[in-house]
């Protein structure tokens, strides 16, 4: 009975060397949020493997965790009371309060309620950001309306209006053809310009 608690004792501790040292094969700056991004993730995630292989309880769980931490996410550690730290659960929380997105989501829906052309903000850049924020705003909405939603923002937030006008009027269905008609049109619009000059 001994050396069968012995060699459990052994089995943990080599899976944690383990995680360590898959840990210390990533690169400091992504290598801390892959490392909270894996321990955060659902079933399939490598704590979530070695702890149904193992049958690890949440004590122990929490343990793995709070071993496989590196940089700043250790810091997480001070900030919570010993409770807190040996409980799985709230470890998870807290690492997904700090390091996870779904409780941003309503920023980047302001952002991108408020994203307007800056002045000197070229076409291109100003529908990336639109695409950036669009995909952060709505993660989980099906791609078609998250395309009406991006081309309603670019839209909006030109600074342009005859641009806008033009647009609104060609209706596009995409962003990538909002911003080649848009660009279409300032191109036209610029070439007029330059023939009445």
Request: aromatic share 4%; hydrophobic share 35%; proline share 2%.
């Amino acid at each position: 009975m001994e050396n069968k608690l012995i060699t459990v004792e052994e089995d943990f501790q080599n899976k944690i060397l383990e995680v360590e040292r898959k840990n210390a094969t990533l690169s400091l700056e992504s290598g801390e949020q892959q490392m909270v991004n894996t321990a955060l993730k659902s079933p399939g995630s490598d704590i979530d493997r070695l702890t149904k292989a193992n049958g690890w309880s949440l004590a122990e769980k929490a343990t793995a965790l709070t071993l496989a931490l590196r940089g700043d996410a250790t810091d997480i550690l001070q900030t919570l009371s010993l409770e807190e730290q040996e409980d799985y659960h709230q470890l998870v929380r807290h690492l997904e309060m700090r390091y996870g997105q779904s409780h941003l989501e309503h920023v980047y829906h302001s952002q991108l309620k408020n994203r307007c052309q800056k002045n000197n903000e070229l076409l291109p850049e100003f529908e990336a950001d639109i695409a950036r924020l669009v995909r952060l705003a709505y993660s989980s909405t099906p791609e078609n309306v998250m395309e009406r939603l991006a081309v309603q923002a670019f839209l909006d937030g030109l600074r342009d209006t005859e641009t806008r006008q033009a647009l609104t009027l060609a209706r596009p269905s995409k962003l990538v053809d909002a911003l080649a008609r848009a660009l279409e049109f300032e191109a036209a619009k610029q070439s007029c310009k330059l023939r009445s000059s």
